[in-house]
């Protein structure tokens, strides 16, 4: 099936980084978010990051224009009825994501593909929920979303061929790279990427090590670019402990229990570079570690 136009659910930074990478590809854009605030913030994002594409010279002036104005913002989620694909990015809770595709649906085109930006909740399930479980897959980026050279591809249980073609001919006109995953949770990069960050979380709330050292030992250790730490408030704290949930009740094995230092970040708001306050405060010039 031919893709042209996109429906992005949800403005966050995953969904302004999607709507970016689909516009300079040249698919017209249409991106929703329940605040207006947030689709402000967005286009003032994807604005930002094409600009110094642009400064760099990965793109023209008239890309850079010529991107912009393929993407159009929306209060109304009833706008994304006349797109060929819609990718939902809302925040990563299963109400959520649900509710969005039931209040979309009866707006849709008949041969509209739904995907989910989902990094761990079911395909199979979110997709037995519509009236399109054929016609459904997980589509789950990277972030950053321009920067990340990979997209998981993963099929539902009913997800058919042609639905999974359209996708991968996305991927591929975006210039990423595709993986295909199966529907199981947290599928393959979060499967083995959160409960090492969990861990990490552990070595803290154990005081094997503090931030700064555990940190430091993972990047000149194990040569990793970044500390798990730091990683996982660049993730967000929210959508790592909501993986590892998911993880603990989908495979019901102890080994992915949430460490309990985790959750209270959570619960006191310090949700990572998004708060400006996670394992690290960026409130000031230069990252201050909170433990
Ligand atoms: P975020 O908190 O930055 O953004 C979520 C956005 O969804 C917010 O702007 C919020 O207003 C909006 N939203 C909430 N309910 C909505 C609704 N009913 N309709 C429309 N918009 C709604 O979160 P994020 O980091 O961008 O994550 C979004 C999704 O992408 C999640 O499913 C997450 O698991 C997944 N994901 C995140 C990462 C990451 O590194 N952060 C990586 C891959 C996938």
């Keep these: ?15 302004n980084g999607i709507a970016h990478v689909m516009a300079l590809a040249g698919y017209d854009v249409i991106l929703t978010d329940v605040s207006q605030q947030a689709l402000d913030k967005a286009l003032e994002t994807i604005r930002g990051n094409l600009a110094r594409q642009a400064s760099r010279g990965k793109i023209s002036d008239e890309e850079m224009n010529a991107t912009l104005g393929r993407i159009g913002t929306t209060l109304q989620l009833s706008d994304l009825g006349a797109t060929d694909l819609v990718i939902e990015a809302a925040t990563e809770r ?3 994501k649900q509710a969005i595709f039931e209040d979309l649906q009866p707006h849709l085109q008949p041969h509209t593909i739904l995907t989910s930006n989902t990094s761990s909740i079911s395909i199979t399930r979110l997709a037995s929920r519509t009236d399109r479980p054929e016609r459904f897959m997980g589509f789950h980026f990277m972030n950053p979303v321009p920067v990340m050279q990979l997209v998981e591809l993963i099929r539902g249980i009913a997800t058919d061929e042609e639905t999974f ?22 599928f393959i990069v979060n499967r083995i990427l959160m409960p090492m960050i969990n861990e990490a979380v552990y070595t803290l709330y154990e005081g094997v090590g503090n931030v700064k050292s555990i940190d430091e ?7 990793h670019p970044m500390g798990p730490l730091e990683l996982a408030d660049f993730i967000g704290l929210d959508t ?41 405060d960026y409130r000031g010039d230069t990252p201050v570690p909170t433990r």
């Excluded at 094995?253 to 949430?258: A, H, S």
């Excluded at 990572?272 to 306050?277: I, V, Y």
Aim: aromatic content about 6%; some cysteine; charged content about 20%.
């Design 240 to 280: 790592c402990l909501a993986i590892m949930n998911v993880l603990h009740d989908g495979l019901a094995d102890t080994k992915y229990r949430p460490c309990p230092l985790l959750t209270k970040y959570v619960e006191a708001g310090w949700l990572g570079r998004k708060t400006q306050r996670g394992f690290y």
């Design 1 to 15: 099936m031919d893709i042209q136009k996109i429906g992005i659910v949800g403005a966050g930074q995953m969904g």
């Design 165 to 186: 073609k359209s996708c991968l001919a996305v991927v591929e006109r975006i210039g990423k790279t595709a993986s295909s995953a199966e529907d199981f949770p947290a």
């Design 94 to 96: 299963e109400t959520i």
């Design 217 to 223: 030992a993972m990047k000149l250790g194990a040569n």
